[in-house]
């Protein structure tokens, strides 16, 4: 190591919380070579965020460092006052924030918000500081830098904000460039597009950087060489080809198996086998099938759209005396669509295409403009959302949400939270048949039957959306709409959901209709796929075909965006 | 509840303020309702051979014009100026908060209308108004109650507005509407619940305002009358005595509704922290 930038050893940093001191890094060594674009990848919990912030400087204040050092220049980072901090933080390393909304000032031009920082480590005549804010602006292929520079952050788009915090983060030429995770917000596409300006520009000035994500794919795509942290700890460090050629760490395989685009089968995602209670061991009778109108073999499907439309009211100019041009967004624009008993449709598509109102019109909760629903053959297009609630045909379409947190009422228990929809849905039982119900519902998602009195503060994540799909199974649906429901969650539990998913389908025959932004997800998942663009299906078909073979454009650009593992070899597997 | 302790301990540690205002609540309360029987003399037996006494043993804070103790008037007082505000901010806060909930939660016409309604309300000058109101309602202590209540109404219409505003969208009122609930279900059960730990801080801080209302309202001769011991009155009465150097007849009572105010503004203070869901980690 005769050149290093940046040299990390033995990072410990502690947090002061209600329950006592909890450790956060125990003992962080890593170097970063000048030029050299470093990957730190792990699951939430594990520390790679708070790493990045001991080494700016930014930690607060129930942290607290503990041991170690950061050597950068010559000089410990960790024993740095703010003052000298402030030298350096902008000039000779910067960061660019996960959220590129929440990381601008919402009321100042993005141009002056480039040009504070030049004009506080670079003092220089006005002009000079406007011809560099545009230089910068430039370097990030902004179209027109001239009058994006007098943009607000709420005007641009997400993507043009996190290239904005770049720029700023490159506008002093700094050594060091961390992005925490500077793409998690944003689109596989505009993800796509972000990353490589970013490598390309920071290539182009030699700086080391640190990329910390939780994706394994994108770290591979981009960084020479990649660190996986797991609670606190440094598992394995190694140059990427390496790393996927031989994982040496047990974690590390398990990430790799994680990653739906890692495998070809439900089958092969990790973890290999889930504890199931089989139904003989159950504590109690299980709870007699609820009447279902049995559907003949190869029968009317289960769920009918023909020619759905949703319009949004999207700008209305007011005037006092009359109401007059309402612009109106078409969020979802004739589309048609057909579920057959038992069957998993996947629906992709990137933000604002119109997938969740579409999912929301399917599951009655917002009324549609024009078209038709059928369910079971029956029209329920015509009822109102809030009427529809009460209705016994509310019992078969049921639906997960996308936040497993906020879709958990925080002062309902877990068994109040499964009990709720089954006391309005189902007819009026004793409180040992409910048990039973509930019960059942949560052995049936892998739920531990002692967690039921717990409430969801007190849960993790993944138990979280375990909560979540056993209170729509336990009415025993015909069709299950999941609206994005992993992308709240780390790999490892995301392939929990998965296999439970695909499990509960094959079990119960329950229909899913499975809406996600991540094709890799719903080709595991789903029998078929619709590709959503700008509210309309541009294209739809069986799984394997649609990935392997596109027939529309933007779905190869989809397909294009996202970021691949290198070729795992089969020696990978111990 | 071990775990309910622990935070409560847990929160107290960080802000010792607020175990000073839950003790000086325990004191007001212990006064509101032991306060009558406790105390050493009747307190609208007038005796005017002991009239304008200076504090001393015998009289801790003195006597006023008429003789009586003016401890034992600010002692009882105590029970008559809380029984008032409670009432008021209860009443209040039960019609505010179901009014905004339904504001928040159906917007449309019903939400605009109400909107407005409490902008005219917000607009009076509310002492004034409270004033109308008591002067018009008839002067009685069920007046100062209602007028009490109407002039804090608009501050739990809002927040309960606000509140339910944030909530709505949210994934768990999504799924109780998949899960068969109708709107005064979901009302009732989800989101009422959810809003209430905000409104009840929101009820702490307008207590202390209810006191002064109160006190307010009888100082310029609305609602409590004398020689009934009220603290506002007693201000009133001790007024006149001042320039002549005899402070402790307004001063004592004065004392007695700072310190409610400044209990109710403190426990509100603590009572965000605790409700704050940020000091749960």
Request: with cysteine; glycine share 8%.
């Given at each position: 190591?005769?050149?290093?930038?940046?040299?990390?050893?033995?990072?410990?940093?502690?947090?002061?919380?209600?329950?006592?001191?909890?450790?956060?890094?125990?003992?962080?060594?890593?170097?970063?070579?000048?030029?050299?674009?470093?990957?730190?990848v792990g699951e939430?919990?594990s520390?790679?965020?708070?790493?990045?912030?001991?080494?700016?400087?930014?930690?607060?204040?129930?942290?607290?460092?503990?041991?170690?050092?950061?050597?950068?220049?010559?000089?410990?980072?960790?024993?740095?006052?703010?003052?000298?901090?402030?030298?350096?933080?902008?000039?000779?390393?910067?960061?660019?924030?996960?959220?590129?909304?929440?990381?601008?000032?919402?009321?100042?031009?993005?141009?002056?918000?480039?040009?504070?920082?030049?004009?506080?480590?670079?003092?220089?005549?006005?002009?000079?500081?406007?011809?560099?804010?545009?230089?910068?602006?430039?370097?990030?292929?902004?179209?027109?830098?001239?009058?994006?520079?007098?943009?607000?952050?709420?005007?641009?788009?997400?993507?043009?904000?996190?290239?904005?915090?770049?720029?700023?983060?490159?506008?002093?030429?700094?050594?060091?460039?961390?992005?925490?995770?500077?793409?998690?917000?944003?689109?596989?596409?505009?993800?796509?597009?972000?990353?490589?300006?970013?490598?390309?520009?920071?290539?182009?000035?030699?700086?080391?950087?640190?990329?910390?994500?939780h994706d394994l794919?994108?770290?591979?795509?981009?960084?020479?060489?990649?660190?996986v942290?797991q609670?606190?700890?440094?598992v394995e460090?190694?140059?990427?080809?390496?790393l996927?050629?031989?994982p040496?760490h047990a974690y590390t395989r398990k990430l790799l198996r994680s990653t739906?685009?890692s495998?070809?089968?439900?089958?092969?995602?990790a973890?290999?086998?889930?504890?199931?209670?089989?139904?003989?061991?159950?504590?109690?009778?299980?709870?007699?099938?609820?009447?279902?109108?049995?559907?003949?073999?190869?029968?009317?499907?289960?769920?009918?759209?023909?020619?759905?439309?949703?319009?949004?009211?999207?700008?209305?100019?007011?005037?006092?005396?009359?109401?007059?041009?309402?612009?109106?967004?078409?969020?979802?624009?004739?589309?048609?669509?057909?579920?057959?008993?038992?069957?998993?449709?996947?629906?992709?598509?990137?933000?604002?295409?119109?997938?969740?109102?579409?999912?929301?019109?399917?599951?009655?909760?917002?009324?549609?403009?024009?078209?038709?629903?059928?369910?079971?053959?029956?029209?329920?297009?015509?009822?109102?959302?809030?009427?529809?609630?009460?209705?016994?045909?509310?019992?078969?379409?049921?639906?997960?949400?996308?936040?497993?947190?906020?879709?958990?009422?925080?002062?309902?228990?877990?068994?109040?939270?499964?009990?709720?929809?089954?006391?309005?849905?189902?007819?009026?039982?004793?409180?040992?048949?409910?048990?039973?119900?509930?019960?059942?519902?949560?052995?049936?998602?892998?739920?531990?039957?002692?967690?039921?009195?717990?409430?969801?503060?007190?849960?993790?994540?993944?138990?979280?959306?375990?909560?979540?799909?056993?209170?729509?199974?336990?009415?025993?649906?015909?069709?299950?709409?999941?609206?994005?429901?992993?992308?709240?969650?780390d790999v490892s539990?995301?392939a929990?959901?998965?296999?439970?998913?695909?499990?509960?389908?094959?079990?119960?025959?329950?229909?899913?209709?499975?809406?996600?932004?991540?094709?890799?997800?719903?080709?595991?998942?789903?029998?078929?796929?619709?590709?959503?663009?700008?509210?309309?299906?541009?294209?739809?078909?069986?799984?394997?075909?649609?990935?392997?073979?596109?027939?529309?454009?933007?779905?190869?650009?989809?397909?294009?965006?996202?970021?691949?593992?290198?070729?795992?070899?089969?020696?990978?597997?111990? | 509840?071990?775990?309910?302790?622990?935070?409560?301990?847990?929160?107290?540690?960080?802000?010792?303020?607020?175990?000073?205002?839950?003790?000086?609540?325990?004191?007001?309360?212990?006064?509101?309702?032991?306060?009558?029987?406790?105390?050493?003399?009747?307190?609208?037996?007038?005796?005017?051979?002991?009239?304008?006494?200076?504090?001393?043993?015998?009289?801790?804070?003195?006597?006023?014009?008429?003789?009586?103790?003016?401890?034992?008037?600010?002692?009882?007082?105590?029970?008559?100026?809380?029984?008032?505000?409670?009432?008021?901010?209860?009443?209040?806060?039960?019609?505010?908060?179901?009014?905004?909930?339904?504001?928040?939660?159906?917007?449309?016409?019903?939400?605009?209308?109400?909107?407005?309604?409490?902008?005219?309300?917000?607009?009076?000058?509310?002492?004034?108004?409270?004033?109308?109101?008591?002067?018009?309602?008839?002067?009685?202590?069920?007046?100062?109650?209602?007028?009490?209540?109407?002039?804090?109404?608009?501050?739990?219409?809002?927040?309960?507005?606000?509140?339910?505003?944030?909530?709505?969208?949210?994934?768990?009122?999504?799924?109780?509407?998949?899960?068969?609930?109708?709107?005064?279900?979901?009302?009732?059960?989800?989101?009422?619940?959810?809003?209430?730990?905000?409104?009840?801080?929101?009820?702490?801080?307008?207590?202390?305002?209810?006191?002064?209302?109160?006190?307010?309202?009888?100082?310029?001769?609305?609602?409590?009358?004398?020689?009934?011991?009220?603290?506002?009155?007693?201000?009133?009465?001790?007024?006149?005595?001042?320039?002549?150097?005899?402070?402790?007849?307004?001063?004592?009572?004065?004392?007695?509704?700072?310190?409610?105010?400044?209990?109710?503004?403190?426990?509100?203070?603590?009572?965000?922290?605790?409700?704050?869901?940020?000091?749960?980690?």
């Open positions: 190591m005769s050149e290093t930038l940046l040299s990390v050893r033995d990072l410990s940093v502690e947090f002061r919380t209600r329950h006592g001191i909890v450790p956060v890094l125990r003992g962080i060594s890593f170097d970063l070579a000048p030029g050299e674009m470093l990957g730190i939430s919990g520390g790679k965020s708070v790493t990045a912030y001991s080494v700016m400087g930014l930690l607060e204040a129930s942290a607290r460092v503990t041991g170690g050092q950061a050597l950068f220049g010559g000089r410990d980072l960790l024993r740095l006052g703010q003052g000298a901090l402030n030298q350096l933080r902008g000039a000779e390393m910067s960061i660019v924030f996960q959220n590129p909304r929440t990381a601008l000032n919402p009321i100042r031009p993005v141009g002056a918000q480039i040009a504070d920082v030049i004009a506080r480590h670079d003092p220089a005549p006005a002009a000079i500081i406007e011809a560099r804010v545009l230089e910068a602006l430039r370097q990030m292929r902004i179209a027109e830098p001239e009058r994006r520079a007098s943009a607000y952050p709420f005007e641009l788009s997400g993507g043009m904000c996190q290239r904005i915090g770049i720029a700023m983060a490159l506008a002093c030429s700094p050594k060091l460039l961390i992005a925490d995770e500077p793409t998690t917000g944003l689109d596989v596409t505009t993800q796509a597009a972000v990353m490589d300006l970013f490598r390309d520009a920071v290539r182009a000035r030699g700086v080391g950087s640190i990329l910390i994500t794919a994108l770290a591979s795509e981009y960084c020479d060489r990649i660190v942290m609670t606190g700890q440094v460090d190694a140059p990427v080809a390496a996927f050629a031989r040496r739906p685009s495998v070809d089968s439900i089958e092969a995602l973890p290999d086998e889930e504890p199931v209670a089989p139904s003989a061991t159950l504590p109690f009778p299980a709870p007699a099938p609820l009447p279902t109108q049995a559907p003949a073999p190869g029968g009317p499907p289960v769920l009918e759209v023909r020619g759905l439309c949703k319009s949004y009211v999207h700008s209305r100019s007011r005037a006092f005396w009359r109401r007059r041009e309402v612009a109106r967004l078409q969020a979802v624009a004739d589309v048609d669509l057909v579920i057959h008993p038992g069957e998993a449709v996947g629906l992709v598509g990137e933000s604002g295409c119109g997938k969740s109102t579409l999912s929301r019109m399917i599951s009655r909760l917002i009324q549609p403009d024009a078209g038709e629903v059928l369910l079971d053959g029956a029209p329920i297009h015509g009822i109102a959302p809030g009427r529809f609630a009460r209705l016994p045909q509310r019992r078969q379409i049921q639906m997960v949400f996308q936040d497993p947190t906020e879709s958990l009422n925080p002062r309902f228990s877990v068994f109040d939270a499964i009990a709720d929809p089954v006391t309005q849905l189902l007819p009026r039982q004793g409180a040992a048949a409910l048990r039973a119900r509930v019960e059942q519902a949560a052995l049936q998602v892998g739920l531990p039957l002692e967690l039921l009195n717990r409430y969801p503060h007190q849960l993790s994540g993944g138990q979280k959306a375990r909560v979540g799909i056993a209170r729509a199974m336990a009415v025993e649906p015909r069709l299950l709409v999941l609206d994005e429901p992993t992308s709240a969650l539990v995301q929990v959901v998965l296999k439970l998913l695909t499990r509960l389908r094959r079990q119960q025959g329950v229909a899913q209709l499975f809406v996600s932004h991540d094709l890799n997800v719903v080709r595991l998942l789903c029998d078929r796929i619709l590709v959503m663009h700008k509210g309309r299906v541009v294209e739809s078909g069986p799984a394997e075909q649609v990935f392997n073979r596109p027939a529309h454009a933007y779905t190869r650009s989809l397909l294009a965006a996202i970021p691949r593992l290198p070729q795992l070899q089969e020696a990978a597997t111990p | 509840m071990r775990e309910k302790l622990a935070l409560l301990r847990y929160i107290l540690a960080g802000n010792p303020v607020t175990l000073l205002a839950l003790a000086m609540l325990v004191l007001l309360l212990g006064c509101a309702i032991l306060g009558p029987a406790l105390v050493p003399y009747d307190p609208i037996a007038t005796n005017t051979a002991s009239a304008l006494q200076p504090p001393s043993a015998t009289h801790w804070f003195g006597t006023d014009q008429l003789g009586r103790d003016v401890f034992s008037r600010v002692v009882v007082a105590a029970r008559l100026d809380l029984a008032i505000a409670f009432a008021a901010v209860l009443l209040s806060m039960a019609l505010g908060s179901v009014f905004g909930a339904a504001m928040g939660y159906f917007r449309g016409w019903l939400d605009t209308a109400g909107s407005r309604g409490t902008d005219v309300l917000m607009a009076f000058p509310l002492f004034v108004l409270a004033m109308a109101m008591v002067a018009a309602l008839g002067n009685s202590v069920s007046s100062v109650v209602y007028a009490t209540a109407v002039i804090n109404l608009p501050f739990y219409i809002r927040l309960a507005r606000a509140e339910t505003s944030i909530r709505r969208d949210m994934g768990y009122i999504e799924a109780a509407r998949v899960g068969g609930s109708g709107h005064a279900r979901i009302l009732r059960v989800f989101l009422l619940p959810n809003i209430l730990p905000a409104l009840v801080v929101q009820a702490s801080v307008n207590l202390g305002w209810a006191v002064l209302n109160t006190a307010g309202l009888s100082f310029i001769g609305l609602g409590v009358r004398a020689p009934t011991p009220e603290w506002g009155i007693m201000v009133a009465e001790g007024a006149q005595f001042i320039v002549s150097g005899r402070w402790w007849i307004a001063a004592f009572p004065g004392a007695a509704l700072m310190l409610a105010v400044f209990c109710f503004n403190l426990l509100g203070d603590g009572l965000r922290d605790i409700v704050d869901p940020r000091s749960r980690t």
